[in-house]
């Protein structure tokens, strides 16, 4: 591409000012409604009550989230640690599953591979639909109120396998060969060769992987009622729906009355505290999704 | 056949866990599909119940409340504008990206812009709030001190399709930019310098070279979201507006109705909703698939 130097009021110089003024613009707009959100929560309430949300703190205060730590009782403690336990036994079995399935269909030697790609590829054009689906996870899995059920629907993404498949399907089979003709067994080739010279591969399916169940509320929505067993994210989605029940002024006022309406900050702290973990790793994490969309990209 | 299991012994059952997945998530419920012919009830299961033919569907399109036509209406609007804005805004991002020089400032923009991606849409829908609250929204404070109105936005539908477009956009905008800059990537460098040797302004190096080479991509983009042109989005929407009765009618898709008709209306009925979903979505993937061959040499969708 040429760099020669843009000329002022040139039609270059329009197109280079454009640019910057909407790569600015667009990423003040996804950045600002965050800001919004930690500075409101670090906001004293009656403050944000009287004059509103706004992107610098009012009255900047910790009660908040003092409260929501330590006075709040365990509810939220609990959440949280539903969260890390369902993200990380997830993300481990999810891995296991897609990345033994994706080294096996990517060895040109099995003669069915193609079927079996077929038999995953069909449940991505076909699906019976979410009551069958319902059905059958409740009445003959027994998935309600389980923590099972938060995991196990979705463990195996064909997606996922599709992408870690590019990957396994770079490595040269003449490498596993030589080493089955020294007499390794699949099982030891998949350990010792395949997963060492795909690690970046396994880290961003995994961190894919790890990022739906951080972020999964659906399945909370469809299978638990237990208060106990709320994940963060359907914790954090009670609360709102709650409110949203309140203002639109669907509740009668009498019964608004009787239920006690989180705070406007304690909605805000609750969602930095769903986020949180992902703003910190954000920076070390980015560029393996990134990665992992252009190698999507690529095959498309 | 039975050499070839005994051979590759080993790699088959590596292939078991996740088959076993498939099988139970995808396959068994296929069964339950037949609930959509019968008028199930708990007693008799899904087999021993009533056959009905094809009356649940014929419910869906022409019962009195007309929520059959409106939900399939309200997934098409949303779907299809957000894939108009969910492929210019990306595109304009990832050519801009080209024209801009510095490391950082490429650096924190985008990764500003990828950042929504990473959001659940819970999360969405609590920024959405925060924006639109009626008493300490945002926009309502900008409106009362610019000396208008204040509107009670939760409880007024006709801003609500808007609303969760620009939502879907938002969100996506990072991700599919990148999926762009991915294809720009590989385009040839000579064309451009050759072009600009003749005397081509930026403006007309876009125009006239990038447009058209990222016109393959886009095509087969949008060919991948018009296979699933009818199923909409639950999350977004039960994150957004969750189960406002107020909003409903306007915001409902196909999927956040046959969840919330499951209990009130019954399972044969929305089974039967579900299957229309399906069976469109196998045939619009499949004729998407074949266009997609055909401009993209041989190349399908999957």
């Known amino acids: 591409m040429n760099r020669r130097k843009t000329k002022p009021f040139s039609a270059d110089f329009w197109v280079k000012a454009f640019a910057y003024f909407l790569i600015a613009f667009l990423a003040i707009a996804c950045l600002y409604p965050l800001i919004m959100v930690l500075s409101v929560s670090f906001s004293d309430n009656t403050a944000v009550t009287k004059y509103g949300y706004s992107a610098i703190p009012q009255d900047f205060s910790t009660d908040t989230y003092l409260y929501l730590f330590v006075h709040s009782g365990t509810r939220i403690l609990r959440s949280y640690a539903v969260t890390i336990c369902i993200t990380i036994i997830g993300t ?81 089979q003449s490498l596993y060969e030589s080493a089955k003709i020294d007499g390794a067994s699949y099982m030891k080739i998949y350990v010792s060769i395949a997963i060492p010279l795909c690690k970046t591969a396994m880290l961003t399916v995994g961190l894919m992987y790890a990022l739906g169940y951080w972020n999964d509320w659906w399945n909370a929505l469809m299978f638990i009622n237990d208060r106990d067993k709320f994940p963060l994210q359907y914790f954090l989605y009670n609360i709102l729906s709650n409110v949203n029940a309140i203002s639109s002024g669907r509740v009668p006022s009498g019964a608004a009355a009787n239920i006690k309406l989180p705070s406007e900050t304690v909605k805000m702290a609750v969602t930095m505290i769903t986020i949180g973990p992902i703003i910190f790793l954000y920076p070390f994490i980015q560029k393996y999704f990134v990665d992992g969309i252009m190698t999507g990209a690529v095959k498309e | 056949m039975r050499k070839e299991f005994k051979k590759n012994r080993e790699l088959y059952l590596m292939c078991v866990p996740a088959l076993l997945v498939l099988l139970a998530f995808a396959y068994i419920p296929m069964a339950g599909i037949w609930m959509a012919f019968t008028k199930y009830n708990i007693k008799d299961g899904i087999f021993g119940s009533e056959f009905v033919g094809l009356q649940n569907f014929k419910y869906f399109f022409t019962s009195s409340t007309g929520m059959g036509p409106k939900v399939i209406k309200n997934t098409l609007v949303i779907n299809f504008w957000g894939l108009i804005f969910g492929t210019i805004l990306p595109i304009t991002i990832a050519i801009c990206f080209n024209e801009v020089r510095g490391k950082i400032f490429k650096k924190v923009t985008q990764s500003a812009m990828f950042f929504p991606y990473f959001l659940s849409w819970v999360v969405v829908g609590a920024i959405v709030y925060a924006f639109f609250s009626t008493d300490t929204g945002m926009v309502n404070r ?99 507006v969750g189960n406002n009765s107020l909003l409903y009618e306007e915001v409902a898709v196909i999927d956040t109705y046959v969840y919330s008709a499951m209990r009130s209306l019954g399972f044969s009925y929305t089974t039967a909703i579900g299957l229309f979903q399906s069976v469109m979505g196998l045939i619009l993937v499949t004729l998407s698939n074949k266009l997609a061959k055909k401009v993209n040499e041989g190349e399908g969708l999957f």
């Open chain 2, 142 to 240: 900008m409106l009362a001190s610019g000396g208008h109105d204040i509107v009670r936005w939760y409880a007024e539908k006709k801003y609500w399709k808007p609303i969760i477009i620009t939502a879907d956009v938002w969100k996506w905008a990072g991700y599919n930019s990148i999926i762009y800059m991915a294809a720009m990537t590989n385009f040839d460098a000579s064309l451009y310098d050759a072009a600009s040797v003749d005397g081509a302004n930026r403006f007309q190096q876009i125009l006239h070279i990038t447009l058209p080479l990222i016109k393959p991509t886009v095509v087969v983009l949008s060919l991948m979201s018009i296979g699933r042109i009818f199923f909409g989005d639950f999350g977004m929407i039960y994150g957004i």
């Open chain 1, 92 to 172: 481990i079995l999810s891995m296991i599953i897609t990345s033994m399935i994706s080294f096996a269909l990517s060895i040109r030697a099995l003669k069915y591979r193609n079927q079996i790609a077929y038999i995953c590829n069909f449940t991505i054009i076909f699906s019976a639909g979410l009551i069958p689906w319902y059905y059958v996870c409740t009445n003959w899995y027994h998935l309600t109120d389980s923590y099972a059920g938060l995991i196990l629907p979705t463990v195996f993404s064909v997606w996922s396998m599709f992408l870690m498949r590019t990957y396994f399907d770079a490595v040269p």
